[in-house]
């Protein structure tokens, strides 16, 4: 072997062949392939601290958004004394033995506590209650309705109203029973959610818009049935 192939060995990691005989050189190989294991293995072993270490300062700034909405509600809300949340002796060494094992410890004991942090928003809180419907939403419940029985009632009159007079009824409920389903919309949206100190909103696009609907349908309708025939 020569000494350029022996170099080869040290760079790249290569144990010496089988039979080779021992000496000085072969020595010195082995030694330079255990310091480069020593070596990795301490840089992958830095490598995963520097990680938990980044995760645990991310875990800790989670953990205190978390703890400084409940302190302030438990002193606001439950009259807990401040003294009464500032850890005692015998807490702050079991936190301190909780976290002696280095990053990895320190990010289980936030993880832990988080996860306790959420249990108590659990508890106190109870779980999430849905938010208030919006008014568009809530309106179209109403007006909906009643432009679904403009839209039977023009539908029946279409078919039991003679042939000549079409245009006429089509004009008459037309004009009329969209404006009479929104009146009635708009009372009884006030009549339901009203009561109130604050002002009901009724969404009068969103109603007006829904009442006409039916209307618009209908003409279509018969449009179709005229192209058709």
Do not use: H, K
């Amino acid at each position: 072997m020569t000494e350029q192939q022996q170099e080869r060995e040290i760079t790249d990691g290569i144990p010496l062949q089988t039979g080779q005989a021992p000496g000085p050189w072969a020595e010195y190989l082995a030694a330079a392939q255990q310091l480069d294991a020593v070596r990795r293995a301490a840089s992958a072993a830095v490598g995963q601290q520097q990680a938990a270490a980044a995760a645990a300062r991310q875990e800790l700034d989670a953990v205190r958004a978390r703890l400084a909405p409940q302190a302030a509600r438990m002193v606001r809300d439950f009259g807990v004394p401040e003294a009464d949340l500032i850890p005692r002796p015998a807490e702050l060494a079991a936190a301190a033995q909780a976290v002696a094992g280095g990053p990895a410890a320190v990010l289980a004991a936030l993880q832990q506590a988080r996860q306790t942090a959420d249990a108590a928003d659990a508890t106190i809180i109870g779980p999430g209650l849905p938010g208030p419907i919006r008014p568009w939403a809530r309106n179209l419940l109403v007006y909906g309705p009643f432009a679904a029985a403009v839209l039977i009632v023009q539908i029946v009159l279409y078919l039991v109203a003679p042939s000549g007079s079409v245009p006429t009824y089509a004009l008459l409920c037309g004009l009329s029973m969209p404006v009479l389903a929104f009146g009635l919309g708009w009372v009884t949206i006030g009549f339901v959610y009203g009561g109130g100190q604050e002002r009901v909103d009724r969404t009068p696009i969103l109603g007006a818009v829904t009442c006409l609907t039916p209307v618009l349908l209908t003409c279509m309708g018969v449009g179709l049935l005229a192209f058709f025939r």
